[in-house]
């Protein structure tokens, strides 16, 4: 199929360049974009400097407060319709993130469904109240109430590209921000362009929402630029940690969501058959390349063996391939170096003793679903975020030891208990430092009406999503009203 025969994307109008209000070429250049499964070039788009980002953030505060003065009704009418763009060119949008994210049909088509529903519900942030009086402290009358930071810069990863940029851009824009975004270089497209596309059409005013594509240097320079309020990051613990500590001596605000090592835990009482397919879905989806998978799989040793041998069975029929294909269960993963980094986790498990009862070495830029048991703490399978599609297999012999195993991580992003006993699993589960916890599920679980986030080395306390963007993505004003001017001491 000829992903330039589509009319909605429109190649011809953004070749080259990037989203300044209106499509321009930049300053650093341009990228090609590559089809991880083959190395086909799919396009080629702006790239974005230091200066590029300046540029954006100028115009985009320029054009802020008479975004955030328009009224809410109105702002709410353009997310929408923004929404029910990204749905009616669903088919065709969805080929742009199969192809530049490797993604298989069916993700695809979940980052579609749920990037509308993230717009629809920010929508809704347009309308809401936004104040309370407060207590008189003398004859004033004395108000709250929310008002927007002024320019968001927004800066998401590679993985769920459409989502993880849209859940903060639609949130900011509206409750009256301008967005400045810099999604990663490797999927600018379906992190960028196709939300340009979509606001675009909807009736956006040039000037509030700027795009563009670039690397370091341009998310640094976005994380200092005097004209950006906040930063909301989507992407790694280390990332992060220079993200946080650029935005802190720049004074700004910074929402960070970063990594996770989420553990699944099956409790004794589970049904065997239930728990492998939660457990292969948590593990495998997207080639684990999520930060919610499930990166520990802890299984009571009295059923260990019974949900192990349906795991192996499961991942060792799982189709390996180019998801345009639409036989492949797991597609490419992203690039060359998280091939290397996956198989160097894998080796040192099984140096240390773990056993590779499936999978463990990959095929170019596909790695097949794999499962090792016996993983233990000091292996850095039990430590570190994979980011490839591996079960780490845990025993435990208790409640409380499994509890202990999966606290041991220093992220805290998601956590799953199975069991056929709710009492228990909760029990289990309330013990779990984690920032979502799903009970009789995987860990891999997010949407518009969640506040999503985590604790330790997953993020630093903010949350994304739900009853938490206002409280993100605004600040309070205290408002005094007297009436009339009264004199002092002096
Ligand atoms: P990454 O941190 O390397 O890149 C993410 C984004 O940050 C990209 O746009 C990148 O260009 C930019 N970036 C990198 N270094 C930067 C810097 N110094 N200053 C400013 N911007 C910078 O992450 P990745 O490896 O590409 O993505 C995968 C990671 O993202 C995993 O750790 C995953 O768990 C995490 N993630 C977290 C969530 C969440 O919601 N918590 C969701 C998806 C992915």
Same mark, same amino acid.
């Given at each position: 199929?000829?992903?330039?025969?589509h009319?909605?994307i429109?190649?011809?109008?953004?070749?080259?360049?990037a989203f300044f209000?209106s499509w321009?070429?930049?300053?650093?250049?341009?990228?090609?974009?590559t089809?991880?499964?083959?190395?086909t070039?799919?396009?080629?788009v702006?790239?974005?400097g230091?200066g590029?980002?300046a540029?954006?953030?100028?115009?985009?505060?320029?054009?802020?407060k008479?975004?955030?003065?328009?009224?809410?009704?109105?702002?709410?009418?353009?997310?929408?319709?923004?929404?029910?763009?990204?749905?009616a060119?669903?088919t065709?949008?969805?080929?742009?993130?199969?192809?530049?994210?490797?993604?298989?049909?069916q993700?695809?088509?979940?980052e579609?469904?749920?990037?509308?529903?993230f717009?629809?519900?920010?929508?809704?942030?347009?309308t809401?109240?936004?104040?309370m009086?407060?207590?008189?402290?003398?004859?004033r009358e004395?108000y709250?109430?929310?008002?927007?930071?002024?320019v968001?810069?927004?800066?998401?990863?590679?993985?769920f590209?459409?989502?993880?940029?849209?859940?903060?851009?639609a949130?900011?824009?509206?409750?009256?921000?301008?967005?400045?975004?810099?999604?990663?270089?490797?999927?600018?497209?379906?992190?960028g362009i196709?939300?340009?596309?979509?606001f675009?059409?909807?009736?956006?005013p040039?000037?509030?929402?700027?795009?563009?594509?670039?690397?370091?240097?341009?998310?640094e320079?976005?994380?200092?630029?005097?004209n950006?309020?906040?930063?909301?990051?989507?992407?790694?613990?280390?990332?992060?940690?220079?993200v946080g500590?650029?935005?802190g001596?720049?004074?700004?605000? *910074?929402q960070?969501?970063?990594?996770g090592?989420?553990a699944?835990?099956?409790l004794e009482?589970a049904?065997p058959? *239930?728990?492998?397919?939660?457990?292969?879905?948590g593990?495998?989806?997207?080639?684990?390349q999520?930060c919610?998978?499930?990166?520990?799989?802890?299984?009571?040793?009295?059923?260990e063996?019974a949900?192990?041998?349906?795991? *192996?069975a499961?991942?060792?029929?799982?189709?390996?391939?180019?998801?345009?294909?639409?036989?492949?269960?797991?597609?490419?993963?992203?690039s060359?170096a998280? *091939?290397?980094?996956?198989?160097?986790?894998v080796?040192?498990?099984?140096?240390?003793?773990?056993?590779?009862?499936?999978?463990?070495?990959s095929?170019?830029r596909?790695?097949?679903a794999?499962?090792?048991?016996?993983?233990?703490?000091g292996?850095?399978?039990?430590?570190?975020?994979i980011? %490839?599609?591996?079960?780490?297999i845990?025993?435990?012999?208790?409640?409380?030891?499994?509890?202990?195993?999966?606290?041991?991580?220093?992220?805290g992003?998601?956590?799953?208990?199975?069991?056929a006993?709710i009492?228990r699993?909760m029990?289990?589960?309330?013990?779990?430092?984690?920032?979502?916890?799903?009970?009789?599920?995987?860990?891999?679980?997010?949407?518009?009406y969640?506040p999503?986030?985590?604790?330790?080395?997953?993020?630093?306390?903010t949350?994304? %999503?739900?009853p938490?963007?206002?409280?993100?993505?605004?600040?309070?004003q205290?408002?005094?009203v007297?009436?009339?001017a009264?004199p002092?001491?002096?």
């Amino acid at each position: 199929m000829n992903i330039r025969t589509h009319t909605f994307i429109d190649a011809g109008r953004w070749t080259g360049r990037a989203f300044f209000g209106s499509w321009e070429q930049t300053e650093a250049g341009t990228i090609n974009v590559t089809d991880p499964a083959n190395g086909t070039v799919l396009a080629s788009v702006g790239l974005g400097g230091p200066g590029d980002i300046a540029r954006a953030a100028a115009e985009a505060r320029a054009a802020q407060k008479a975004w955030a003065k328009m009224l809410g009704a109105e702002r709410a009418r353009i997310l929408n319709k923004a929404a029910d763009l990204l749905e009616a060119n669903g088919t065709e949008l969805a080929q742009w993130i199969m192809k530049e994210s490797g993604s298989i049909h069916q993700k695809a088509m979940i980052e579609i469904e749920h990037g509308a529903l993230f717009i629809r519900h920010a929508a809704t942030l347009a309308t809401a109240p936004s104040g309370m009086f407060l207590p008189g402290m003398d004859d004033r009358e004395n108000y709250a109430r929310r008002v927007p930071h002024g320019v968001v810069g927004v800066i998401s990863p590679f993985n769920f590209p459409l989502v993880l940029s849209v859940r903060s851009i639609a949130a900011a824009l509206a409750v009256g921000n301008a967005v400045v975004h810099k999604p990663d270089p490797r999927t600018p497209i379906s992190g960028g362009i196709i939300i340009a596309r979509i606001f675009e059409e909807a009736g956006l005013p040039a000037g509030i929402l700027q795009i563009v594509p670039g690397g370091a240097d341009a998310g640094e320079a976005l994380c200092s630029d005097p004209n950006v309020a906040m930063i909301s990051f989507t992407g790694s613990a280390r990332g992060g940690a220079k993200v946080g500590e650029i935005a802190g001596r720049n004074l700004k605000r *910074v929402q960070l969501e970063l990594g996770g090592k989420n553990a699944l835990i099956i409790l004794e009482d589970a049904d065997p058959d *239930v728990a492998a397919s939660n457990a292969a879905w948590g593990a495998f989806l997207h080639q684990g390349q999520i930060c919610m998978a499930t990166g520990l799989v802890l299984i009571d040793a009295k059923i260990e063996q019974a949900v192990t041998d349906r795991l *192996v069975a499961k991942a060792a029929h799982l189709p390996v391939g180019d998801p345009s294909s639409y036989q492949a269960a797991l597609g490419p993963i992203i690039s060359d170096a998280q *091939v290397t980094a996956i198989q160097a986790i894998v080796d040192d498990a099984v140096a240390k003793g773990a056993r590779l009862l499936t999978g463990g070495r990959s095929e170019g830029r596909f790695y097949p679903a794999t499962v090792l048991s016996g993983v233990k703490p000091g292996m850095l399978a039990f430590e570190e975020e994979i980011f %490839g599609p591996v079960a780490c297999i845990v025993s435990f012999r208790s409640d409380e030891e499994a509890i202990a195993l999966a606290n041991r991580s220093d992220y805290g992003l998601a956590a799953g208990v199975i069991s056929a006993d709710i009492g228990r699993a909760m029990a289990v589960g309330q013990e779990l430092e984690v920032g979502q916890l799903h009970i009789n599920d995987q860990t891999v679980n997010g949407g518009p009406y969640a506040p999503f986030g985590g604790r330790g080395k997953s993020g630093n306390g903010t949350r994304v %999503g739900g009853p938490a963007d206002i409280e993100e993505f605004t600040q309070w004003q205290w408002v005094s009203v007297k009436n009339a001017a009264t004199p002092y001491p002096f």
